[in-house]
């Protein structure tokens, strides 16, 4: 018995060491205590997690923060400087992507390359999407750009308040027509509404902490019919999805390059290369990966761009005098960027302001490391905190405040200020390789909408301004919850100009 009682003791202190390691080793970066076996399970944020991280750099006075959630190391890096230090400079071994076992293996999303790990698919995968779509290739995605953006300001003008559902449309029109080259239909277009079915999934699956089978995987194995196995129905719902959207839009391009009507895309110029079935496929991981990276990111930033200039009126009265100024009663086009210092500043202020991605993408470490004295375990799951480091005092001063000024000098762009796309889009070797597109997407979108509307606070029935809430739904990308404005085209000149924008 006595035998029995002494093993049974050193098989506890043994599995602790092995699961509860952190706090013995003085290597490792400073963070919350933690309780053996399950370590900081209890001390991890359930929303707004950023926040948390943040404020735990202050309390433990360390621009990285680490935390290990029942044997899985995470480190936390909540200056630019450590992101660059280790993501950047070291991306070697800290590009790699953690397992997201709802996602990829159970809701059949393995083949999109922002979840796949650092490897040569990623890198095959990769290389085709900026084949296409790198930054000079302009004549690929900015002429839809401006198609879409001209149909939501029509939009706008017939139907204002819904706005967040035209902004939607609108870009997901533009990643699935610069993606496969398929006109998108005004309203109600089965391409969109299909992807749409596809991106539920994939939001509900990104939230931190929404499936308990990302944290225990062994839970996959639990058959859909097990009571409480509502996860494994959602996921054969999602496989579903997922299949439809990475075949139907791709056979219609197929179809339309058949007839000989295919606009110019990344999958109809791809398909002029090759017609290998192993192409085929790579073709079909890469069309797919273009929506669901840009759409709910860039509506979620052209939405917190309405927020502010609602918000904000001065900032939007200034923005306006200075494209009257500069346009001279014509729209922006992308080619008036250079003239337009103060619109650009907004830009960069919406990204700054409301983080799409508060912590990015999660990267993983594939070897141990050190870093100013700290170990990193291998394996750690390592988060750049780009809500921290993009509301850094030392940066942006008054960091909570709008202020697009912050980014100007002599009415021009100032280059010393740290240009918020070092963080907003990620970060090494997996930073955003649509940072461009989504960017001028929002550009011009940004600045059609101030030419031509009006954006204020609705007002009650007493005539009192309602002031919007400023709520945000959270999660992997945070998406500005409805709020009420008014929409009004500023003059009967430009409702003219948007009218004949649309012919
Ligand atoms: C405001 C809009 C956008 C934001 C804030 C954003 C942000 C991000 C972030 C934070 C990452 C992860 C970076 C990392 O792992 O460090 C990412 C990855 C990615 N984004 Fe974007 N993105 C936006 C729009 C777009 C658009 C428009 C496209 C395509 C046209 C796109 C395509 C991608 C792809 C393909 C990846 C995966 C990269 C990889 O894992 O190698 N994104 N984005």
Redesign the pocket.
Same mark, same amino acid.
Not at 424 to 428: E, L, S
Not at 430 to 435: E, S
């Given at each position: 018995m006595f035998w029995e009682i002494l093993a049974f003791i050193l098989g506890v202190t043994i599995l602790a060491r092995y699961l509860y390691p952190w706090r013995n080793s003085p290597l490792l970066p400073p963070g919350p205590k933690g309780l053996p076996l399950i370590g900081n399970l209890f001390d991890m944020p359930s929303s707004s997690e950023w926040l948390t991280y943040a404020e735990w750099g202050k309390k433990y006075n360390s621009e990285i923060v680490y935390a290990n959630v029942a044997g899985t190391s995470i480190v936390i890096l909540n200056s630019a400087y450590a992101a660059k230090e280790l993501l950047e400079k070291r991306s070697a071994i800290y590009s790699s992507r953690p397992r997201l076992v709802m996602l990829t293996e159970l809701s059949g999303w393995a083949f999109a +390359?922002?979840l796949m790990p650092y490897n040569d698919a990623?890198k095959a995968r990769?290389r085709i $999407?900026q084949k296409h +779509?790198y930054p000079s290739n302009t004549d690929i995605y900015q002429p839809l750009e401006t198609e879409y953006v001209h149909q939501l300001l029509f939009k706008l003008l017939e139907d204002p308040k819904p706005f967040l559902e035209h902004i939607r449309h609108m870009v997901g029109s533009v990643?699935l027509s610069i993606t496969y080259g398929i006109k998108i239909h005004t309203f109600n277009d089965p391409f969109i509404n299909l992807a749409e079915r596809a991106m539920t999934g994939v939001s509900e699956s990104l939230v931190a902490g929404a499936f308990l089978v990302d944290t225990i995987p062994v839970l996959k194995y639990v058959p859909e019919w097990f009571p409480g196995a509502t996860f494994q129905r959602k996921a054969r719902n999602n496989r579903k999805a997922a299949k439809d959207i990475r075949c139907l839009p791709f056979i219609e391009t197929q179809k339309e390059m058949a007839s000989g009507s295919v606009a110019p895309s990344l999958i109809s110029l791809s398909l002029q290369e090759s017609n290998s079935e192993e192409y085929l496929d790579l073709l079909r991981d890469v069309g797919t990966?273009?929506y669901v990276?840009?759409a709910d990111?860039?509506a979620s930033?052209v939405g917190s761009f309405i927020l502010a200039m609602v918000c904000f009126p001065d900032i939007k009265v200034k923005a306006q005098k200075e494209l009257d100024h500069v346009l001279n009663g014509r729209l922006p086009e992308h080619n008036d960027m250079q003239s337009l210092p103060y619109l650009s500043a907004i830009v960069k202020e919406v990204l700054r302001w409301q983080v799409?991605?508060p912590m990015?993408?999660p990267?993983l470490a594939t070897e141990d490391d050190t870093y100013n004295g700290y170990h990193i375990p291998k394996n750690s799951i390592v988060i %750049?905190n780009s809500w921290a480091i993009l509301h850094d005092e030392a940066d942006y001063p008054d960091p909570h405040s709008f202020r697009p000024e912050r980014f100007l000098k002599d009415d021009k762009i100032d280059p010393f200020v740290k240009d918020p796309e070092e963080a907003? $889009? %990620? $970060?090494?070797r997996?930073?955003?390789? %649509?940072?461009h597109?989504?960017q001028s997407t929002?550009w011009l979108a940004a600045g059609c909408i101030l030419t031509c509307f009006d954006l204020r606070k609705a007002v009650d029935s007493n005539g009192q301004e309602i002031e919007p809430s400023r709520e945000y739904r959270l999660g992997g990308i945070i998406q500005p919850l409805p709020f009420a404005c008014i929409i009004e085209p500023r003059s009967k000149e430009s409702e003219q100009l948007l009218r004949t924008a649309l012919i």
């Open positions: +390359f922002a990623w990769r $999407f +779509f990643a990966q273009v990276a840009a990111t860039t930033s799409v991605t990015a993408v990267h %750049g907003a $889009f %990620g $970060f090494g997996r930073m955003c390789p %649509g940072r597109i989504a929002l």
